[in-house]
């Protein structure tokens, strides 16, 4: 049997790793136009910013592809005949798979605005995003970060690693809107400033300005800011352009089952690039996130390897630090005030900055529904193992020293008290 | 452009050593810097002169005070940055990458060792600067006679130690474990390895090392060291017995509940250094698994020697054969100028720009073999990974100072429980998704063999239906 990956990011390599270890002879081949390593995309901040050299990104040592005999393509695939299972590659190359995943990850997604395609504008999601940002903001002084996620942010901690001043415009008028409370968006607004960043809430883009290469960003509020560059970290959307004329079926990315399985027989889609017919409660159709990439790999490669087991991904969670500010979440915790839930919440200050827990129960049965935490750390098993078991929210206050990962000697976490 | 606060708030391009995008010193460190340099220059002077013989108070005042307080001013220098984990430009550093500012540091560091323990003589020049605390502390001169040139070295050592930590201090200020962890090695270092022994020397008693003992302080179980130290008195005979305990007693049992770093990152002078002096170049240390490998062989092939070479050394004492007195001999020669000089001294701390701050505690040091033995199979500590929260940075691997390749663990969701471990704790620092942690548990479950990636069966509700 050959298994063919295209795309070697989180999803596509945990695949070939679950199939590889059910299946020690089966022959399996990654295709991957970005890098011929596997690399954490999660670190290209580190690598601008110099904590990390990019072999450093670098997950699994280089003979590991040797001794796990996963072979690997560095090309591009360019179409993909899902009826006589034939994957053409940019180098001319046809590869003829038993069984195909599709792990492509995604674009950055940009929405349109004048002036978008100027030199000095760009995404970060590539390895080759990160190479043009290194190029095109060598010696400048002012930048411009647009969106309220986790890469603007990101983007705008780089810029300021350079000493480059950034002006960061978010849509939203609070940071993360959709993914959290006010309180933790005013904290993390308040961190984004302190490193020196000029944040404007409720302010979007209108058009870039310059001509060839941008020279100015004009704002919804009537501004014009000028900026040598422009990062946008206004979302991705699933890779999934090459597909076009295949036949498989595809909305924003790959539409797939609870297996992952594609319309086309014998073809998988797994991470960014998926979307997911009929979502589980309470989870996104399209997931782009390193943890889901993981998961829904490992399912995908459950399935190559002939032992299907539905995607079932458990309790989510996520994490992201903001400048010096860590960030955990696990379960869910409503971004805007909600009847149905009950709440304890605690802030406190230490002499390094501000510190946030917060649970949130069901008001009808009790029951822990997430925690999120801003400068402390959770305990995740502890944190899944009691939402996943039903534990009452008053149960876990109790416990909540269990919850902790703080370092040894830290200050206790602060004690949420029921609201 | 807006008057924004940067990280560098009276940033400019000119520190001609670091062409580093991300780094640039304020007045603060430059002001420090200067004070470092005046040192090195009065150095150079007192090495190639008479001056420092004729004005010693005056050039141990520009030279340790211009290293200790220089270095201590740039430190402090850091505090104008925001705490947190502030890595920004390590790799771009001349200093800090293998460029040529450290390898120029290294070849230095090196050549002054060699001459320290191999040409002492050629270090007459500043010797005497030492004169005016030796007099102080332990009642004599510092002359080459009486072993000047190790009490200028201490001097040097200690200074760098206080300095430095310092530095480690301000850098790692968001963590009360590395400030409580730093200032424990600056005791250790300034009191127990620097003042005290040097005081009972004014007392006419023994040097005597509370934190230090075999294999690690290789000949003081030799026959004739034991025989010196009885003859000295109650003191000496207390101070084997306590090398003793100290090894046979405290060493397991601070190593079961806490695991090596209650010794090699809180009271070792080796450690001492590497995680003051050494922190700059933490991030050099080899991470392979070829590295590993040539480890395993080297640190406990010289833990076998050290073991095997005392007992020798006994039975020549014992059974008075004439060529087994010459084995001994040799043994305790080669063992003292391989292992002793070259490999702690020269190795260990000259390369410290090329290879990282813990070669010596890594591949060389016998202590760290016991206690790493100890560590692996009957401790309690572990650096426990956070279920799935890692997310395959490689911040933990390119800051381990013993070359672990934390991240092998932490993507799998496996505790770390590694012989080499000193528990610094900077992986679980530099973690920016909060994944590792220190721990000492109890000892069931304490490894683990869950496999993340492959199985996925570690997150509650996670793949089963």
């Given at each position: 049997?050959?298994i063919?990956?295209?795309?070697?990011?989180?999803?596509g390599?945990t695949?070939?790793?679950?199939?590889r270890?059910?299946?020690?002879?089966w022959?399996?081949?990654l295709v991957?136009e970005?890098?011929?390593?596997h690399?954490?995309r999660?670190?290209w901040m580190?690598?601008?910013?110099?904590?990390?050299?990019?072999?450093?990104?670098r997950?699994?040592?280089?003979?590991?592809?040797?001794?796990?005999?996963?072979?690997?393509?560095?090309?591009?695939?360019?179409?993909?005949?899902?009826?006589r299972?034939?994957?053409?590659?940019r180098?001319?190359r046809t590869?003829?798979?038993?069984?195909?995943?599709v792990?492509?990850?995604?674009?950055p997604?940009?929405?349109g605005?004048?002036?978008?395609?100027l030199?000095g504008?760009q995404?970060l999601?590539?390895l080759q995003?990160?190479?043009?940002m290194?190029r095109e903001t060598?010696?400048i002084?002012?930048a411009?970060?647009?969106g309220?996620?986790?890469?603007?942010?990101?983007?705008?901690?780089?810029?300021?690693?350079?000493g480059?001043?950034?002006t960061?415009?978010?849509?939203e008028g609070?940071?993360f809107?959709?993914a959290?409370?006010?309180?933790?968006?005013?904290l993390?607004e308040?961190?984004?400033?302190?490193?020196g960043?000029?944040?404007?809430?409720?302010t979007e883009?209108e058009?870039?300005?310059?001509?060839g290469r941008?020279?100015g960003?004009?704002?919804?509020?009537?501004d014009?800011?000028p900026a040598?560059?422009?990062g946008?970290?206004?979302?991705?959307?699933?890779?999934?352009?090459w597909?076009?004329g295949?036949?498989i079926?595809?909305?924003r990315?790959?539409?797939v089952?609870?297996?992952?399985?594609t319309s086309?027989a014998?073809?998988?889609?797994?991470g960014?690039?998926?979307?997911?017919?009929?979502?589980?409660?309470?989870?996104?159709?399209?997931?782009?996130?390193?943890y889901?990439g993981?998961?829904?790999?490992?399912?995908?490669?459950y399935?190559?390897?002939d032992?299907?087991r539905?995607?079932?991904p458990?309790?989510f969670y996520?994490?992201?630090?903001?400048?010096?500010?860590e960030?955990q979440v696990?379960?869910?915790?409503a971004?805007?005030?909600?009847?149905?839930?009950?709440?304890a919440?605690?802030?406190?200050?230490?002499?390094t900055?501000?510190?946030l827990?917060?649970?949130?129960?069901?008001?009808?049965?009790g029951?822990l529904?997430?925690?999120h935490?801003?400068g402390a750390?959770?305990?995740h098993e502890?944190?899944?193992e009691w939402?996943v078991?039903r534990?009452s929210l008053?149960?876990?206050?109790?416990?909540l020293?269990?919850?902790?990962?703080?370092p040894?000697?830290?200050?206790a976490?602060?004690?949420?008290?029921l609201a | 452009m807006a008057?924004?606060?940067?990280y560098?708030a009276h940033?400019?391009?000119s520190?001609w050593?670091?062409?580093?995008p991300?780094?640039r010193?304020?007045?603060v460190?430059?002001?420090?810097l200067?004070l470092?340099?005046?040192?090195?220059v009065a150095?150079?002077?007192?090495?190639?002169?008479?001056?420092?013989?004729?004005?010693?108070?005056?050039?141990?005042?520009?030279?340790f005070g211009?290293?200790g307080?220089?270095?201590t001013v740039?430190?402090l220098?850091?505090?104008s940055?925001?705490?947190?984990?502030?890595?920004?430009?390590?790799?771009f550093s001349?200093?800090?990458a293998?460029?040529?500012?450290?390898?120029?540091?290294g070849?230095?560091?090196t050549?002054?060792?060699?001459?320290?323990y191999?040409?002492?003589?050629?270090?007459s020049?500043?010797?005497?600067?030492?004169?005016?605390l030796?007099?102080?502390?332990?009642d004599q001169?510092?002359?080459?006679?009486?072993?000047?040139?190790?009490?200028l070295?201490?001097?040097?050592?200690?200074?760098?130690?206080?300095?430095m930590?310092v530095?480690?201090?301000?850098?790692y200020r968001?963590?009360?474990?590395?400030?409580?962890?730093t200032a424990?090695?600056v005791?250790f270092?300034?009191?127990l390895?620097?003042?005290l022994?040097?005081?009972?020397?004014?007392?006419q008693?023994?040097?005597l090392?509370?934190?230090?003992?075999?294999?690690?302080?290789?000949?003081l179980f030799?026959p004739?060291k034991?025989?010196e130290?009885?003859?000295?008195?109650?003191?000496?005979?207390?101070?084997?017995?306590w090398?003793?305990?100290?090894?046979?007693?405290?060493?397991?049992v601070?190593?079961y509940f806490?695991?090596?770093?209650?010794?090699?990152?809180?009271?070792?002078?080796c450690?001492?250094l590497?995680?003051?002096?050494?922190?700059p170049?933490?991030?050099?240390?080899?991470?392979?698994l070829?590295?590993?490998?040539v480890?395993?062989?080297?640190?406990?092939?010289?833990?076998?020697?050290?073991?095997?070479?005392t007992?020798l050394?006994?039975?020549?004492?014992?059974?008075?054969?004439?060529?087994?007195d010459g084995?001994?001999?040799t043994?305790?020669?080669?063992?003292g100028?391989?292992?002793?000089?070259?490999?702690?001294g020269?190795?260990?701390?000259?390369?410290?720009?090329?290879?990282g701050?813990r070669v010596w505690?890594?591949?060389?040091?016998p202590?760290a073999?016991?206690?790493?033995l100890?560590?692996r199979?009957?401790?309690?500590?572990?650096?426990?990974?956070?279920?799935?929260?890692?997310?395959?940075?490689?911040?933990?691997?390119?800051?381990?100072e013993?070359?672990i390749?934390?991240r092998w663990y932490?993507?799998?969701?496996?505790?770390?429980v590694?012989?080499?471990?000193?528990?610094?704790?900077?992986?679980a620092?530099?973690?920016p998704?909060?994944?590792l942690?220190?721990?000492?548990?109890?000892?069931?479950?304490r490894?683990?063999?869950?496999q993340l990636?492959?199985?996925l069966d570690v997150?509650p509700?996670?793949?089963?239906?």
């Amino acid at each position: 049997m050959h298994i063919v990956i295209v795309g070697n990011g989180i999803a596509g390599v945990t695949a070939a790793r679950v199939v590889r270890k059910r299946r020690p002879d089966w022959r399996i081949t990654l295709v991957s136009e970005e890098h011929p390593e596997h690399l954490a995309r999660t670190a290209w901040m580190y690598v601008y910013m110099g904590h990390l050299t990019l072999e450093q990104t670098r997950p699994y040592a280089p003979d590991f592809w040797e001794r796990n005999r996963i072979e690997r393509l560095h090309d591009r695939a360019e179409s993909l005949d899902a009826d006589r299972q034939r994957l053409a590659l940019r180098s001319g190359r046809t590869l003829t798979y038993g069984r195909l995943l599709v792990a492509t990850g995604s674009v950055p997604a940009f929405y349109g605005w004048p002036g978008q395609d100027l030199a000095g504008v760009q995404g970060l999601y590539h390895l080759q995003d990160l190479e043009r940002m290194e190029r095109e903001t060598a010696g400048i002084e002012r930048a411009a970060v647009v969106g309220g996620g986790l890469i603007g942010v990101e983007l705008a901690e780089m810029l300021r690693t350079r000493g480059v001043a950034v002006t960061y415009l978010v849509r939203e008028g609070r940071y993360f809107a959709h993914a959290m409370p006010e309180r933790e968006s005013r904290l993390i607004e308040e961190e984004i400033r302190r490193h020196g960043v000029d944040l404007r809430l409720q302010t979007e883009p209108e058009a870039f300005l310059g001509s060839g290469r941008v020279e100015g960003v004009r704002t919804t509020a009537g501004d014009t800011i000028p900026a040598e560059w422009v990062g946008l970290g206004t979302g991705v959307r699933p890779n999934v352009g090459w597909l076009e004329g295949s036949g498989i079926e595809t909305a924003r990315g790959v539409l797939v089952d609870h297996h992952l399985r594609t319309s086309a027989a014998n073809v998988w889609a797994a991470g960014d690039c998926a979307e997911h017919r009929e979502p589980l409660p309470g989870r996104a159709p399209v997931e782009a996130l390193w943890y889901t990439g993981r998961i829904q790999g490992a399912t995908a490669g459950y399935a190559l390897a002939d032992e299907a087991r539905p995607y079932v991904p458990g309790v989510f969670y996520n994490s992201a630090k903001f400048f010096d500010l860590e960030w955990q979440v696990v379960g869910s915790i409503a971004p805007e005030s909600d009847p149905g839930r009950n709440e304890a919440l605690a802030e406190d200050r230490t002499r390094t900055g501000a510190r946030l827990v917060r649970l949130q129960g069901d008001a009808e049965s009790g029951r822990l529904l997430g925690i999120h935490a801003l400068g402390a750390r959770l305990r995740h098993e502890v944190c899944a193992e009691w939402i996943v078991s039903r534990r009452s929210l008053d149960d876990c206050l109790r416990d909540l020293p269990r919850a902790g990962f703080d370092p040894e000697f830290s200050r206790a976490m602060p004690t949420p008290t029921l609201a | 452009m807006a008057d924004l606060p940067l990280y560098n708030a009276h940033a400019d391009r000119s520190l001609w050593l670091f062409e580093n995008p991300a780094w640039r010193s304020n007045a603060v460190e430059k002001l420090g810097l200067a004070l470092v340099a005046v040192a090195i220059v009065a150095s150079v002077v007192a090495l190639a002169s008479d001056l420092g013989r004729q004005s010693p108070v005056l050039f141990a005042l520009l030279v340790f005070g211009g290293f200790g307080i220089g270095a201590t001013v740039f430190a402090l220098g850091g505090l104008s940055r925001p705490a947190g984990v502030r890595n920004e430009g390590t790799v771009f550093s001349s200093n800090q990458a293998r460029g040529a500012v450290g390898w120029t540091v290294g070849v230095v560091l090196t050549g002054l060792y060699v001459v320290l323990y191999f040409w002492p003589g050629a270090l007459s020049g500043l010797i005497p600067l030492g004169d005016p605390l030796s007099q102080f502390l332990r009642d004599q001169p510092a002359t080459l006679e009486n072993g000047g040139q190790w009490f200028l070295y201490s001097t040097f050592y200690t200074l760098a130690v206080a300095a430095m930590g310092v530095r480690a201090a301000v850098r790692y200020r968001h963590s009360r474990y590395h400030l409580i962890r730093t200032a424990s090695v600056v005791f250790f270092q300034t009191v127990l390895a620097f003042a005290l022994p040097y005081l009972l020397v004014r007392l006419q008693q023994p040097e005597l090392y509370l934190h230090y003992t075999w294999p690690l302080d290789y000949d003081l179980f030799f026959p004739w060291k034991v025989e010196e130290l009885r003859q000295s008195g109650r003191l000496g005979v207390a101070m084997l017995l306590w090398g003793g305990v100290l090894i046979a007693l405290a060493t397991p049992v601070l190593t079961y509940f806490f695991g090596k770093r209650w010794y090699c990152s809180w009271v070792c002078g080796c450690g001492g250094l590497a995680e003051t002096a050494g922190d700059p170049y933490r991030h050099l240390s080899d991470p392979s698994l070829a590295a590993w490998k040539v480890e395993r062989w080297m640190v406990h092939g010289v833990l076998a020697a050290i073991v095997a070479g005392t007992a020798l050394l006994w039975v020549a004492a014992v059974a008075d054969v004439g060529w087994l007195d010459g084995g001994a001999g040799t043994f305790s020669w080669l063992y003292g100028l391989l292992i002793g000089s070259v490999f702690a001294g020269v190795v260990g701390v000259g390369f410290y720009p090329i290879f990282g701050s813990r070669v010596w505690c890594r591949f060389g040091c016998p202590m760290a073999a016991i206690l790493g033995l100890q560590q692996r199979f009957f401790s309690r500590f572990r650096i426990t990974t956070n279920g799935g929260q890692c997310i395959s940075c490689g911040n933990c691997t390119a800051y381990c100072e013993m070359g672990i390749d934390v991240r092998w663990y932490a993507q799998r969701g496996q505790n770390v429980v590694r012989a080499s471990c000193v528990g610094c704790g900077i992986c679980a620092t530099v973690c920016p998704r909060g994944v590792l942690k220190l721990e000492n548990g109890p000892r069931e479950n304490r490894v683990g063999d869950r496999q993340l990636l492959t199985d996925l069966d570690v997150l509650p509700g996670a793949l089963a239906e």
